[in-house]
């Protein structure tokens, strides 16, 4: 559903107005003016991208990652920063809380997942903002994470019903230094925020994590048990997690889940639910055809996002912010 800067009295709090955009109609000419448009209109954005999950801002004067930077502090949101997170994407900051999206090779797939949802560290919120679009290609997925639950749940109840109750382990192999080439690619340094082993283990000690060193000196690392369904306000329920990223992106679990994926209960998670998730996700999925420019604000609960390839010489430039 699109509606006008100035006409914010349409917002129809819905949760099937999926993404909201919000166009500037004109009025909006400067940052100055768009952050006080914002601090006016908090309460009743908030309550909207609570509704729906993504709001998506076209036209507003953010050009770079400075205006970018301070439009998105207009929300009042606290910082969540990447050196503090246990992400394993390679990215470049840009300002304190500006980050590149993902530094994956164009024609790496990012499947879906919600930030961070494989480990016990996410924020709440994600925002992007597209500094240039990409040649051709390059959207951003964006998908519901209530509606995907309940159309796995009305589609495999029993399975459902299992993740729910025991949650989910992941396995990652973290490499030793970062490597470009992946859409994991921060090596277990970074990762963990860590320069020996010794201190690699202690971090993973507190996480709850168990490990094993590789003879490569790369990490193989199981994560404690993690929610896979959430409730949320209102009892909404919301698939929340990386299963989708995992199955179909993490090197070799596709040909054998285990290796990236388990029950919290330590069970194997058959593969027929695996691709019935997949599927499921697929469907529901919209995708947002970036315009310079824009900036889209994520309910990190709420939807997943993912990134789909991208082609041609233009350099694709998506900058992210993560909040609290
Ligand atoms: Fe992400």
């Not at 993973?204 to 994560?223: C, F, H, K, R, V």
């Not at 909404?236 to 990386?242: D, E, L």
Request: aromatic fraction near 10%.
């Amino acid at each position: 559903m699109t509606y006008s800067s100035t006409m914010l009295e349409d917002l129809e709090f819905s949760q099937d107005n999926f993404p909201s955009i919000i166009v500037n109609d004109g009025s909006i000419e400067t940052l100055d003016q768009a952050r006080a448009w914002i601090g006016e209109n908090l309460a009743i954005l908030k309550k909207e991208l609570s509704c729906t999950g993504a709001l998506l801002f076209r036209g507003f004067p953010v050009n770079d990652a400075v205006s970018y930077d301070s439009f998105f502090s207009a929300f009042e949101y606290k910082n969540f920063t990447y050196e503090e997170s246990l992400s394993n994407a390679v990215r470049i900051n840009y300002t304190d809380q500006v980050f590149s999206a993902n530094e994956a090779p164009k024609h790496v797939e990012i499947y879906l997942h919600n930030e961070m949802a494989q480990t016990p560290i996410f924020p709440s919120v994600i925002s992007l903002f597209c500094e240039k679009t990409a040649d051709s290609g390059g959207a951003t997925i964006l998908c519901r994470s209530d509606v995907v639950y309940q159309k796995i749940a009305a589609a495999e109840p029993q399975l459902t019903a299992k993740l729910a109750e025991v949650g989910i382990q992941y396995t990652t192999r973290i490499s030793n230094g970062d490597n470009a080439d992946s859409a994991q690619g921060r090596g277990w340094q970074g990762t963990l925020s860590v320069e020996t082993k010794a201190q690699a283990e202690e971090k993973l000690d507190s996480l709850g994590y168990s490990w094993e060193w590789q003879s490569d000196d790369s990490l193989l690392a199981q994560t404690k048990v993690l929610p896979a369904i959430k409730s949320l306000e209102n009892d909404r329920k919301v698939f929340f997690n990386q299963i989708i990223a995992a199955y179909q992106g993490w090197q070799g679990v596709k040909e054998n889940p285990s290796r990236g994926l388990c029950f919290g209960d330590g069970s194997e998670i058959p593969k027929h639910f695996l691709d019935s998730i997949c599927a499921i996700a697929d469907e529901t999925s919209y995708d947002l055809m970036w315009q310079d420019g824009d900036v889209a604000v994520v309910d990190n609960h709420i939807a997943m996002h993912g990134r789909r390839p991208y082609g041609g010489d233009r350099v694709r430039r998506v900058l992210v912010v993560l909040g609290l």
